[in-house]
């Protein structure tokens, strides 16, 4: 089975379809705390000099909450998140900090090796690139209310530190430890196949009589279900790497997912499969490739 899409956003050329992610399924497990950084390590790639520009398309080991982000060395980085590499990984740590006064406020990391920071989108502080413990500073002008803070660094080897501090009007001038109120809101994805686990595949029995149409899955014995990013199964043996009880024959599948579509305009859907298949885009069928 292969599902195929062509229209503005692929160029008119058809390529597989991917999912951004599967429709509702369960409820998502809460984060422990409603407060909090959310900090993330990722592994990095060799022989980093400067702090990657995103984290996307590295592989994330990890992510915790924390009240404060202060890591004096390796083994505390190791503490919050147990399978931090012991060389070349990245970390972001991401918050909502709280203005109670507005005015004039010093954002300060202090990192071995670099990091980054940025507030509501703007970097405020550059401390990048090979280094010991350092600290560098940066100043912005914030209003009363809750403002979004992110910072980015990496450790290519040797020691590891990493601490965000600040001083204003809210804190006497004095410098301390940066506190956020809650992680910011997690960010769509901005392109339709950015998801490598965007689809959801599910694998039933089918009944005992011979099947020509395409049945309802309701009734039927699940067998398995697993994540991929596109839907292109070549033979039976596609089936069952994915579905380890994909029976020889007489089963349905049925995959679900979610496409984001940036440009408005007509797109051609397609399945190709044996035996038959449907799709349906919301709850309207546009593909009948059903049948023997």
């Known amino acids: 089975m292969a599902i195929y899409y062509q229209g503005k956003d692929t160029g008119n050329r058809r390529v597989h379809l991917r999912s951004v992610r599967p429709p509702p399924w369960r409820?998502?497990?809460?984060?422990?705390?409603?407060r909090g950084w959310r900090f993330?390590?990722?592994?990095?790639?060799?022989?980093?000099?400067?702090?990657?520009?995103?984290v996307r398309g590295l592989r994330r080991v990890g992510t915790r909450r924390l009240g404060r982000v202060n890591l004096r060395n390796w083994w505390h980085f190791r503490r919050i998140i147990h399978r931090t590499p012991r060389h070349n990984f990245v970390w972001k740590a991401e918050g909502t900090v709280e203005i109670l006064k507005g005015g004039r406020y010093t954002f300060c990391t202090e990192s071995d090796d670099g990091s980054k920071m940025w507030v509501d989108g703007s970097?405020?502080?550059?401390?990048?690139g090979l280094h010991g413990a350092r600290t560098r500073c940066g100043s912005r002008t914030l209003a009363k209310g809750d403002h979004v803070m992110k910072s980015l660094g990496f450790q290519r080897g040797g020691g590891a530190f990493f601490a965000l501090r600040y001083k204003g009007p809210d804190t006497g001038g004095n410098m301390i430890k940066v506190q956020s109120k809650?992680?910011?809101?997690?960010a769509p994805r901005p392109r339709p196949w950015a998801s490598r686990t965007g689809w959801r595949l599910t694998v039933y029995k089918g009944p005992a009589s011979l099947m020509s149409k395409v049945p309802?899955?309701?009734?039927?014995?699940?067998?398995g279900s697993a994540r991929l990013g596109a839907i292109s199964f070549r033979n039976f043996r596609g089936f069952r790497r994915y579905v380890r009880r994909t029976p020889r024959k007489n089963f349905v599948w049925k995959a679900a997912g979610t496409v984001r579509v940036h440009h408005k305009g007509s797109y051609k859907f397609c399945t190709r499969s044996d035996d038959g298949s449907k799709l349906w885009v919301g709850a309207k069928r546009v593909v009948n490739n059903d049948g023997l």
């Open 27 to 34: 409820r998502q497990k809460k984060w422990a705390s409603s």
């Open 123 to 128: 970097r405020i502080v550059n401390n990048d």
């Open 182 to 186: 809650k992680p910011p809101a997690r």
């Open 40 to 54: 993330s390590v990722y592994k990095g790639p060799r022989r980093m000099s400067r702090t990657p520009g995103t």
């Open 216 to 223: 309802k899955t309701r009734g039927l014995q699940r067998l």
